[in-house]
């Protein structure tokens, strides 16, 4: 594969380091193998986490002026080269073209937002309760971090760590998703060609991921974990941080609902739904899992999202004007279309003409008469399937809402403001979109509640993941 910005080592301490065997990177499109990279040794991981040590040393000492000005260079060097980032991403993860240019600008927009937090790691002056003691309260980078990261989104659920972390002034040492090493190696390139420091970003390549978590999180020296993917790894891992007590981040499986109230405006309803279902073929973790529709307007809100769900073009995210790409891999596909059979069986209707796709692909499905016992009103889909049920009153709608054991995102659509903050409020969910299908925005706090997860990233919270408060006593007497 010939390509911009294409690297196959592990980068650890600023160099690139050759491992021990290969595994392949291959794009979904067509199940071709685009290159090969080299596998870490656990003694490279050792070796990142000397350089990480290291380089948080050292960056514990520079200034966060010093730290934003590495950050607006990385974010500029990513922009420049937004193109061939896109290109990289189309090729290993598979999702429109369109579609990866926006998320390199969405995951560099991260970056920005956190060069300029990095200036405000306020503190605090707390006044004492005796005529002696000065209290204050600083913020300090946590230490060396470690992240492992998903495929689903190759640049932006990297920066959104990285960043805060480095305006932190934390060192990072991450494992990518096996199945899209090649986004995170330029990023990393293009961090040191900004002028982060050797060491404060490590890339490790694996496809044995549960034995480099293992090392990672059994490690003395890192001090953070931050993880994005599935609950049942999430769980894994936590078990994992518990012997060094390590700090967490969180960011897990959701089954978002979406309901439609009476007073919606339909059309916008089915605009926002189309949106958010069918980004990235379905597979974010906030993608509407669940479409909960008042009685009275299901018929007129399924006749509009059958429209535009038949107007939905899937192909080659290279090809002009394709909405849906293949899934990320057949096992994903296998996935999908058995919970798509399991529903029919259990008597859901399915709205829409739908060929079946060779590869990876799958067409866009719309299923009613849908109900909360089914499989795929249970799990996340993953893929491009939109699945319809009704009630028939705000309680009901809400109950099944959150009748679930996630909590990342939620959307409802209403025009009956009283209405707006009861719901609002009653969802139990990290996140509500309210008229709205897509809700992710680097100046905002992105995260779940129950097996959705831990913490938050973006917004100025996400600053505060890296960050340790540390209280100072002074006594003037
Ligand atoms: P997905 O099903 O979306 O790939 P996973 O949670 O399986 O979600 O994967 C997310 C990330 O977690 C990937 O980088 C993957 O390599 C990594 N991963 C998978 N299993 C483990 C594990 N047991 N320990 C550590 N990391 C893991």
Same mark, same amino acid.
């Given at each position: 594969?010939?390509t911009?910005?294409?690297?196959?080592?592990?980068?650890?301490?600023?160099?690139?380091?050759?491992?021990?065997?290969?595994?392949?990177?291959i794009?979904?499109?067509?199940?071709?193998?685009?290159?090969?990279?080299?596998r870490?040794?656990?003694?490279?991981?050792?070796?990142?986490?000397?350089?990480?040590?290291?380089?948080?040393?050292?960056?514990?000492?520079?200034?966060?002026?010093?730290?934003?000005?590495v950050?607006?260079?990385?974010?500029?060097?990513?922009?420049?080269?937004?193109?061939?980032?896109?290109?990289?991403?189309?090729?290993?993860?598979?999702?429109?073209?369109?579609?990866?240019?926006?998320?390199?600008?969405?995951?560099?927009?991260?970056?920005?937002?956190?060069?300029?937090?990095?200036?405000?790691?306020?503190?605090?002056?707390i006044?004492?309760?005796?005529?002696?003691?000065?209290?204050?309260?600083?913020?300090?980078?946590?230490?060396?971090? =470690? @992240?492992? #990261?998903?495929?689903?989104?190759?640049?932006?659920?990297?920066?959104?760590? +990285? /960043?805060? $972390?480095?305006? %932190?002034?934390?060192?990072?040492?991450?494992k990518?998703?096996?199945?899209?090493?090649?986004?995170a190696?330029?990023?990393?390139?293009?961090?040191?060609?900004?002028?982060?420091e050797?060491?404060?970003?490590?890339?490790?390549l694996?496809?044995r991921?549960k034995?480099?978590?293992?090392?990672?999180c059994?490690?003395?020296v890192?001090?953070?974990?931050?993880?994005?993917?599935?609950?049942?790894?999430?769980?894994?891992?936590?078990?994992q941080?518990?012997?060094?007590?390590?700090?967490?981040?969180?960011?897990?499986?959701?089954?978002?609902?979406?309901?439609?109230?009476?007073?919606?405006?339909?059309?916008?309803?089915?605009?926002?739904i189309?949106?958010?279902?069918?980004?990235? =073929? @379905?597979? #974010?973790c906030?993608?509407?899992?669940r479409?909960?529709?008042?009685?009275? +307007? /299901?018929? $007129?809100?399924? %006749?509009?999202?059958?429209?535009?769900?038949?107007?939905?073009?899937?192909?080659?995210?290279?090809?002009?004007?394709?909405?849906?790409?293949?899934?990320?891999?057949?096992?994903?596909?296998?996935?999908?279309?058995?919970?798509v059979?399991?529903?029919?069986?259990?008597g859901a209707?399915?709205?829409?003409?739908?060929?079946?796709?060779?590869?990876?692909?799958?067409?866009?499905?719309?299923?009613?008469?849908?109900?909360?016992?089914?499989?795929?009103?249970?799990?996340?889909?993953?893929?491009?399937?939109?699945?319809?049920?009704?009630?028939?009153?705000e309680a009901e709608?809400?109950?099944?809402?959150?009748?679930?054991?996630?909590?990342?995102?939620a959307?409802?659509?209403?025009?009956d403001?009283?209405?707006?903050y009861?719901?609002?409020?009653?969802?139990e969910?990290?996140? +509500?979109?309210?008229?709205?299908?897509?809700?992710?925005?680097?100046?905002?706090?992105?995260?779940?509640?129950k097996?959705?997860?831990?913490?938050?990233?973006?917004?100025?919270?996400?600053?505060?993941?890296?960050l340790?408060?540390?209280?100072?006593?002074?006594?003037?007497?």
């Open positions: 594969m010939s911009a910005l294409l690297f196959t080592q592990s980068f650890i301490d600023g160099q690139w380091l050759k491992g021990e065997g290969e595994f392949d990177v794009n979904p499109a067509d199940n071709s193998v685009l290159t090969s990279v080299s870490v040794t656990a003694a490279q991981v050792e070796q990142a986490i000397g350089a990480a040590e290291r380089a948080f040393i050292s960056l514990k000492n520079t200034s966060c002026e010093h730290r934003a000005q950050l607006e260079r990385w974010y500029d060097l990513v922009m420049a080269n937004q193109q061939a980032l896109a290109e990289l991403m189309t090729k290993e993860q598979g999702k429109p073209l369109a579609e990866a240019l926006g998320e390199v600008k969405y995951g560099a927009d991260y970056i920005k937002w956190y060069a300029e937090q990095a200036r405000r790691s306020y503190g605090e002056l006044p004492a309760s005796n005529d002696k003691h000065r209290i204050s309260v600083i913020k300090q980078g946590i230490g060396v971090v =470690a @992240g492992i #990261t998903p495929w689903n989104f190759p640049i932006a659920m990297i920066t959104r760590k +990285v /960043a805060p $972390a480095y305006a %932190a002034g934390c060192s990072f040492i991450l990518p998703s096996e199945h899209t090493p090649l986004s190696l330029a990023l990393a390139h293009l961090a040191h060609e900004a002028g982060f050797a060491g404060a970003f490590n890339v490790l694996s496809d991921a034995e480099v978590g293992e090392q990672l059994a490690s003395e890192v001090r953070k974990f931050t993880f994005t993917g599935s609950t049942a790894v999430g769980r894994q891992l936590l078990a941080c518990a012997p060094t007590i390590k700090r967490t981040s969180m960011e897990l499986g959701g089954n978002a609902p979406l309901l439609v109230f009476a007073s919606a405006d339909l059309d916008k309803a089915a605009d926002g189309i949106a958010s279902k069918f980004r990235n =073929a @379905g597979q #974010t906030v993608c509407v899992n479409v909960l529709v008042d009685e009275r +307007v /299901a018929e $007129a809100l399924t %006749a509009k999202l059958a429209e535009r769900v038949q107007a939905l073009r899937v192909g080659d995210g290279f090809s002009a004007g394709v909405d849906i790409g293949p899934l990320i891999y057949p096992g994903a596909k296998d996935k999908v279309l058995q919970l059979e399991d529903a029919l069986e259990q209707k399915q709205v829409n003409q739908a060929a079946s796709l060779d590869g990876n692909y799958v067409a866009p499905l719309l299923l009613t008469n849908v109900n909360a016992e089914m499989r795929i009103s249970q799990e996340e889909i993953f893929g491009p399937v939109l699945t319809v049920a009704t009630f028939s009153d709608a809400i109950a099944q809402a959150n009748a679930v054991p996630y909590g990342l995102a959307y409802f659509y209403s025009q403001i009283s209405q707006i009861r719901v609002g409020e009653a969802l969910y990290g996140m +509500v979109g309210i008229n709205e299908g897509l809700i992710s925005n680097p100046v905002a706090p992105f995260g779940g509640v097996q959705s997860g831990l913490g938050r990233e973006g917004g100025h919270q996400g600053l505060d993941e890296y340790e408060e540390k209280y100072l006593c002074l006594n003037i007497g």
